[in-house]
């Protein structure tokens, strides 16, 4: 299973890519907007200095919800870096952008997917990855992780080539989860993923073992 981290924030990106364990990063406009960055060359510039640092896919979301304004965008933005995938929403227009784009070659990851037939259409058109938001779905007391796993089974009954990246995770037992649910990436925030670590038996343990060394190791 890949780790995406699903933030626009570099000090994040960074730490994790130091963990080892990173393998892309995803973005949307409300994590640009976090990150205060604004205007459409700062925007672009951001994307190019997240694929400087991460060795992997980086999806950068278009805004336009017609297909020209989509497909214009997500030529701009997949010439900025070989690493780009763009983010298209699962409207009717946007299906039509992602079949466009894969017969183009253009990388897509169909995000805001909610049921499985949004993920469906997104998989026949072509898509690179289909993006389930789970924590979203458990607001509204639906199983987020229920879908995930409906859309892995799917993909597999099929053979679709598209992956599932599981997204709005929002803490570590979601993580485990979609593991267990076969999710292909998860993308989620840096807390999610170190919370994996947390193990009172191994803080335990280390501890001890520190201490019985430090006896006889003066
Ligand atoms: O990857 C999608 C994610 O950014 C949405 O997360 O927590 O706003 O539902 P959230």
Redesign the pocket.
């Known amino acids: 299973m890949k780790f995406f981290l699903?933030t626009a924030n570099l000090d994040q990106i960074k730490e994790a890519n130091d963990l080892g364990v990173l393998d892309g990063v995803?973005t949307?406009p409300?994590?640009m907007a976090r990150e205060g960055i604004k205007g459409k060359e700062n925007i672009l510039k951001h994307y190019k200095t997240i694929c400087g640092i991460v060795k992997g896919d980086v999806s950068a979301e278009v805004i336009s919800t017609d297909f020209e304004g989509m497909i214009r965008e997500a030529e701009e933005l997949s010439s900025l870096h070989a690493q780009i995938v763009v983010k298209i929403p699962p409207i009717k227009e946007g299906i039509r952008a992602v079949k466009y784009l894969s017969s183009k070659g253009i990388r897509t990851n169909c995000?805001l997917i909610f049921s499985p037939g949004q993920a469906l259409l997104a998989a026949k058109a072509g898509a690179t990855y289909a993006?389930p938001?789970i924590?979203?779905l458990d607001d509204i007391s639906t199983d987020g992780i229920e879908l995930v796993a409906q859309i892995v089974d799917m993909y597999n009954y099929y053979g679709y080539a598209t992956q599932v990246i599981a997204?709005?995770i929002?803490h570590t037992m979601h993580i485990i989860q979609c593991m267990e649910a076969g999710a292909h990436v998860v993308?989620c925030p840096l807390k999610a993923i170190l919370g994996l670590l947390k193990h009172p038996l191994t803080d335990i343990g280390l501890e001890k073992f520190l201490a019985d060394y430090h006896k006889l190791n003066k």
Do not use: I, P, Y
């Open positions: 699903d995803t949307n409300s994590l995000t993006s938001f924590g979203r997204a709005s929002r993308t």
